[in-house]
């Protein structure tokens, strides 16, 4: 049994976070030497603390491509805090693309007890499924994301199937990797017809706690339906 504890703190002029992370029960490939599996427990000082939320990961099932870059994993997340906070997601992810070592594309298929899940067996069971496909990811020099197409499909068989598509571009970060602009177009299953536009900017946070939570923005929202009603478009911003 190896056990790592890691407390990182990052400093700025506008940002001070500690996260403290203890690292339990890594397990090995006996043929390989590569982790398969490990449990994280994380507290975050813009969380709470050490009295704030209880972050737990279990993750396991980690396999790997002939360059040792990780391929697949199973993630079980439990989040506590007292009697406010009770909730284990799972996340299956699949199918991770590689460029230049960098991650250009995933499938994650998440259930959670927050959606009516029931925490059974160490992974949570749900008839309703959020299935989320990345791709097309790409990275500044600084290996900060800069573009990306979210598809993401809530499904319960006979219920629901929506499909909500998101393709985000044009984001900036301020000197401390924080994201401060983005530009998504979005499209939905559930409302054929309606394009939606969603301009973010002027993102700022706390310079006062310094704990990197979101203090402000200026939103601009543009919907377009291509679909005539009585002869006439819709276009609202």
């Known amino acids: 049994v190896t056990t790592e504890s890691d407390n990182t703190k990052i400093a700025g002029t506008n940002l001070f976070v500690i996260t403290t992370t203890d690292r ?44 040792n870059q990780m391929t697949r994993y199973i993630e079980n997340d439990h ?36 959606t009516g899940g029931t925490f ?58 924080q994201m401060t602009e983005y530009h998504d177009y979005i499209t939905s299953s559930a409302t054929p017809g309606i394009k939606t536009w969603n301009d973010m900017t002027n993102i700022a946070y706390d310079t006062v706690n310094k704990n990197g939570l979101m203090l402000s923005y200026h939103s601009v929202t543009t919907e377009s339906d291509n679909t005539k009603i009585a002869g006439t478009n819709l276009f609202v911003i």
């Open 79 to 114: 989040q506590l805090k007292g009697s406010i906070l009770d909730v284990y997601t799972t996340t299956l992810r699949t199918g991770i693309s590689y460029e230049s070592g960098r991650i250009t594309g995933y499938m994650d298929i998440v259930t959670s007890t927050s």
């Open 24 to 67: 339990t029960a890594i397990a090995y490939d006996p043929a390989t030497g590569r982790i398969i599996g490990y449990t994280d427990t994380i507290t975050s000082s813009s969380t709470g603390g050490a009295t704030g939320v209880l972050d737990t990961k279990i993750m396991s099932g980690i396999t790997y491509n002939s360059l």
């Open 120 to 177: 059974t067996n160490g992974m949570v069971i749900s008839d309703l499924s959020e299935i989320i496909t990345m791709s097309g990811i790409t990275y500044d020099d600084k290996g900060r994301m800069l573009n990306y197409t979210e598809n993401d499909r809530q499904f319960n068989p006979g219920i629901i199937d929506v499909t909500t598509t998101t393709s985000r571009s044009g984001i900036l970060y301020n000197s401390l990797g």
